[in-house]
């Protein structure tokens, strides 16, 4: 029998508990499921702040114009005006819940400035901003008598009525109905039924072999949406943060845009800083510009890397500006106060995703999605540093609104669900195939569909991917499920529709450079895929 909910949310970053508390507070009973713990989301970490406009010399129309200009012509303009309006009276709504804002002196907020922004406009808790939202979100939780969190759990697939039968595939009364999740602890699949979901998943970070993502950052709503029949749009616009430290261990830890903000500069290795030669920004232009500039000068000189020169930065206070970067970069063995320290592009940020209205509604009646996963039109081409937060508590208190109204329209699902039931080999005798796969997976997606594209290397991609999804899918059906076998299935998903979106835009524009199509079309329009009913 399926555990029923009025609403569930499916992942537990600002988002999802933004949204999880503004629905709470309506009366409705939800559940938020998430894959490890509460506390671990790409919110946890987010270093720079949020975009909002709060100081007396800024207004909403900057805000706007910046998003706009960051955007390559791809936002829409009604959403991002909405968005920006909307943030103040939300970031007020996020203090009272307990996010502490840094103020400087005078007692009012020490705002910071990032890539692509004209004006002083972001919120932080130094470099942690992300933890002490996602702690003050959790708090709050803890307080709320109508929300249950059922950690360690994984989302395997959305319920829906064409998916029982219940309605012909595709057509307009098909809606979600609940879902069914892997327990990871007990090693067991439940079933959750609601006549509102709500995907707050986060990122797709881990499809490529170089992310400043979390590791849970797997794409799991934006492939379980796609599959479900939703519409998702934008896929092939991934932003590339321009400076991730290159450690000596090979990993790679984000730098935030706040450090060039507060007066960092970027050198090549002769020492020369170069961004005045690529825009007149110079190191605060916006992210896609920043890491095209990056990649092109490591191709020219055929070095490992840039160096990024923060001793001149943040007035000599930069340890205590940055307190968890400096701590970071000391681990890997260099002391960003005293020297350059060597930075590379990674991947950091979905544009793209689950197309939504503005109150976080998808193409499939009763799901939503908020946050990274969704594709609402704010960002466009590319996002503007810092953005995401603030989109991310707005459509949370606007989607609330419509979910209530959905869920008393809708009340609980009737009837029952299917139980899951696992494949008929039972548990897998060559994981390898999954470590061998997720490596290649993440590789080919480097290679050749990153920050520079052409034609040629998508298609070489598409083929490649395509076996490892035939190879995964028959694993799938085969063998009872695990958290791996999960993740990898989602991550192939994922690449296959930011490799289809990309191949339908025949042009460059914002975060999507190819060497086929240079130019611009005169028209901006948007990609989309959704999937044909009766595939696997």
């Known amino acids: ?51 909002c406009v709060t100081d007396r010399t800024d207004d909403f129309r900057s805000h706007v114009e910046d998003t706009l200009a960051a955007g390559d012509g791809l936002c829409d303009l009604a959403v991002v005006r909405h968005i920006v309006e909307a943030g103040p009276a939300r970031v007020a709504e996020l203090i009272a819940w307990g996010v502490e804002f840094e103020n400087g002196p005078d007692g009012q907020p020490d705002l910071g400035r990032e890539g692509g922004h004209s004006r002083r406009r972001i919120l932080h808790a130094r470099d942690m901003t992300g933890r002490a939202i996602e702690s003050a979100l959790l708090r709050a939780i803890a307080r709320c008598p109508g929300v249950t969190i059922l950690e360690h759990h994984l989302a395997i697939d959305l319920l829906t009525r064409s998916k029982l039968g219940a309605c012909p595939a595709g057509a307009h009364e098909d809606r979600v109905l609940g879902l069914h999740v892997l327990d990871t602890r007990a090693g067991r699949v439940r079933t959750l039924a609601a006549s509102t979901i709500v995907l707050a998943t986060g990122g797709i970070g881990q499809v490529y072999q170089f992310t400043t993502n979390p590791d849970i950052a797997t794409g799991d709503g934006v492939a379980m949406a796609y599959r479900a029949g939703a519409e998702v749009r934008d896929m092939e616009m991934v932003q590339f943060h321009p400076t991730a430290l290159k450690a000596p261990d090979g990993g790679r830890a984000l730098i935030s845009e706040a450090v060039r903000g507060e007066g960092a500069i970027l050198r090549d290795l002769s020492r020369r800083a170069f961004m005045k030669d690529f825009h007149p920004l110079g190191d605060l232009a916006p992210r896609d510009i920043v890491a095209r500039a990056i990649d092109s000068v490591m191709k020219r000189d055929g070095s490992p890397n840039v160096l990024l020169d923060a001793t001149q930065a943040a007035g000599g206070h930069l340890r205590e500006r940055f307190p968890h970067i400096y701590e970071t970069c000391r681990k890997a063995g260099f002391d960003l106060a005293q020297e350059p320290i060597p930075v590379v592009p990674a991947a950091h940020y979905l544009c793209g995703g689950v197309a939504t209205d503005l109150a976080g509604r998808t193409s499939l009646a009763g799901l939503f999605a908020v946050g990274e996963v969704a594709c609402t039109g704010l960002h466009g081409a590319n996002r503007l540093a810092s953005n995401s937060l603030l989109e991310a508590v707005v459509l949370a208190y606007d989607g609330a609104e419509a979910a209530h109204e959905e869920i008393r329209r809708a009340g609980t699902p009737s009837g029952s669900l299917p139980n899951w039931i696992d494949g008929s080999a039972g548990d897998p005798d060559e994981r390898v195939v999954l470590t061998h796969n997720w490596d290649e997976l993440r590789r080919t997606m480097w290679d050749y569909v990153g920050i520079v594209r052409t034609t040629k290397r998508l298609h070489r991609a598409r083929t490649r991917i395509g076996m490892l999804a035939d190879e995964v899918r028959d694993y799938y059906w085969n063998f009872r499920v695990e958290p791996r076998l999960l993740e990898l299935r989602n991550l192939i998903q994922v690449a296959e529709l930011i490799i289809e979106c990309a191949l339908q835009r025949g042009e460059s524009r914002g975060l999507h450079f190819t060497l086929d199509h240079p130019a611009k079309l005169p028209v901006a329009r948007h990609t989309s895929v959704r999937r044909v009913a009766g595939t696997r």
Do not use: C, P
Not at 8 to 23: K, Q, Y
Not at 33 to 39: N, P
């Open 1 to 51: 029998m399926a555990n029923q909910f009025e609403a569930i949310v499916v992942g537990s970053g600002i988002g999802g508990l933004s949204f999880a508390l503004n629905l709470a507070r309506r009366g409705h009973a939800v559940a938020i499921v998430t894959k490890k713990t509460s506390s671990e989301s790409n919110t946890n970490w987010a270093q720079g702040g949020i975009a």
